[in-house]
């Protein structure tokens, strides 16, 4: 059978060149109107798909019930089509989408009742079956686990292990596979058995900072305690030079190290010494180029109008701008150094550019020109100045922030957030 995936890729072949709608209400009808050209041409499946690409949006049930009035002779094979899709769901993403074109077949009375009932129960059928023979790894982060099919205290067991299990492998996201661990917690029909379960493995997933929200509905001691595992407080200590400090603090942002306004003996202690450097700043060298009449490309002169016995003109400038650096970046946790570095180097920025371009002829005299004289000139100012000493200390800063986040333990808490 031909996957989901594949008819979608046709669908989106066939759409090539259309218009690409925004709203939902566009959606429904940009993918009826698809449906219906798709039936014209005698594609059948790029005309499933579409009617199924706009059954779920707002319009789109009673769009597709227009277009069965007139082209009766679609229903039966999209039925079977339908079901046939139903046996081959393994996603629970596919489920749910499937459960909402059948919500929608339903709203508007789309296909017969009986065969509307036969596709809901083998629909039914397959989730619950797919859960329990894991064909089908649905859990408590996916939309299809509210299906009320699968509100059985037992089904949810299931899909609370395949939450846990998916969490630990880290095989889908788990911001939502946290929150319906929260929300299962939360129903009054779960067992205590099972909250402290839920409860006991929670500390071997590895917890990072930015999941604790999804957990502190239903776990608020669980969260408050890990927190403090995520979090640790730090001090930066660059030796009075505040435009470092703040540059660096800056730069690291929010990484799980709370930067303390004074030294501190419950957490990391980085220190930043200036031990040597100079920066440099070379004054512009200026050259000044003539380019004679003959030398100027045809097209320029002919663009521009230049007349015969000009002479071109600018001024060629480059420059130089260098920092030598070295620092010590040290990190005290305790009494314990636990970090050593001397971060040193020479970073340097050459570059050129042109100004003053300038044309002579011999009616008019001399004047400011934009265009370039020819290909040569377009090739030799490429308008490159140097790197700023501005930009090129955010360079040297740089290697700073990458040498306190390498300190072990702030690596450490970095890779928790």
């Not at 521009?304 to 650096?325: F, H, K, Q």
Request: net charge neutral; aromatic share 6%.
């Amino acid at each position: 059978m031909i996957s989901r995936y594949a008819l979608l890729l046709g669908l989106a072949v066939a759409l090539a060149g259309c218009a690409a709608p925004r709203t939902p209400e566009e959606k429904a009808q940009y993918y009826a109107n698809a449906a219906e050209r798709a039936h014209a041409r005698g594609h059948a499946t790029d005309t499933y798909a579409a009617i199924d690409q706009s059954l779920p949006h707002p319009g789109g049930p009673e769009r597709i019930k227009s277009f069965f009035a007139i082209a009766p002779g679609v229903v039966n094979p999209y039925v079977d089509y339908v079901q046939a899709s139903i046996f081959a769901l393994d996603h629970p993403t596919a489920a749910q989408d499937r459960r909402l074109t059948l919500d929608a077949m339903q709203r508007v009375a789309l296909i017969p009742p009986d065969r509307l009932a036969v596709l809901t129960h083998t629909f039914n059928e397959r989730v619950v079956g797919g859960l329990l023979d894991k064909t089908l790894v649905i859990t408590l982060g996916d939309q299809i686990s509210t299906l009320p099919s699968l509100q059985v205290p037992a089904y949810r067991t299931h899909m609370m292990n395949a939450t846990v299990q998916a969490a630990r492998l880290a095989i889908r996201d788990r911001g939502q596979l946290f929150e319906g661990l929260s929300d299962h917690y939360l129903r009054p029909e779960t067992s205590d058995g099972e909250r402290k379960f839920m409860a006991g493995e929670l500390p071997k997933l590895e917890v990072r900072r930015h999941e604790l929200h999804a957990l502190s509905r239903a776990f608020p001691a669980f969260t408050d305690q890990r927190l403090l595992e995520v979090t640790m407080p730090g001090y930066l200590d660059t030796k009075g030079d505040l435009s470092l400090e703040h540059a660096i603090l800056s730069t690291i942002g929010d990484r799980g190290v709370i930067w303390q306004p004074g030294p501190t003996d419950k957490g990391v202690v980085v220190t930043i010494t200036r031990m040597s450097g100079r920066e440099y700043a070379q004054q512009p060298n200026a050259q000044r180029v003539t380019i004679p009449y003959h030398h100027m490309s045809k097209s320029t002169v002919k663009a521009n109008d230049v007349p015969p016995g000009s002479l071109y003109a600018y001024t060629y400038m480059s420059s130089l701008n260098g920092i030598d650096y070295q620092y010590l970046v040290r990190a005290t946790l305790g009494r314990q150094v636990v970090w050593e570095e001397v971060v040193e180097g020479t970073l340097e920025s050459s570059g050129s550019w042109c100004q003053n371009k300038t044309l002579y002829t011999p009616k008019d005299g001399s004047g400011p020109v934009n265009f370039m004289a020819n290909s040569d000139m377009s090739s030799h100012c490429k308008d490159d100045p140097p790197l700023s000493l501005s930009a090129l200390r955010d360079r040297v800063n740089g290697k700073l922030v990458d040498s306190v986040l390498a300190v072990p333990p702030i690596r450490r808490i970095v890779q928790l957030q």
